[in-house]
């Protein structure tokens, strides 16, 4: 039986192992939340997921991720170069998932945004990504 995990797994998998996106992102790729202390990094998290169903079982997943780079504006990173690259990466490309077949991975829209640390408000942490949607078959 399929896992619905895999896609997540996946995408994670896709941008954590291209050398040129950790060399912009270098504290790695995670879901949801980085570890304390990183300071250059790429966050994947759920915007939107549903089911298509067919029959007595799912034909379908239909899921929307948030996919960003965050950088701290003292770390010195190229943010607008690592969001081109995790377009790069995912938009139009394909996505090997076990156990599904992946019909389409695009961006939808676009993620740009800027906000104060919580700990010191004189610096700032910068966000740049991207909805990519993806479709896969189980």
């Not at 829209?109 to 740049?128: L, N």
Request: glycine share 8%.
């Amino acid at each position: 039986m399929s896992d619905s995990s895999d896609i997540d797994n996946a995408l994670i998998a896709k941008l954590g192992g291209d050398a040129t996106l950790l060399a912009l992102c270098p504290n790695g790729v995670y879901w949801g939340e980085a570890p304390p202390g990183s300071t250059r990094f790429v966050v994947v998290s759920m915007a939107d997921q549903s089911d298509e169903p067919m029959f007595s079982g799912r034909a379908f997943e239909n899921a929307l991720y948030l996919v960003k780079a965050v950088m701290l504006s003292t770390a010195a990173g190229d943010i607008k170069g690592a969001a081109a690259r995790i377009d790069v990466l995912l938009d139009q490309q394909p996505l090997t998932v076990s156990g599904y077949g992946v019909s389409i991975v695009r961006r939808e829209t676009r993620e740009r945004q800027t906000e104060p640390d919580a700990v010191d408000p004189s610096i700032r942490w910068y966000h740049r990504g991207g909805t990519y949607r993806v479709v896969a078959s189980s």
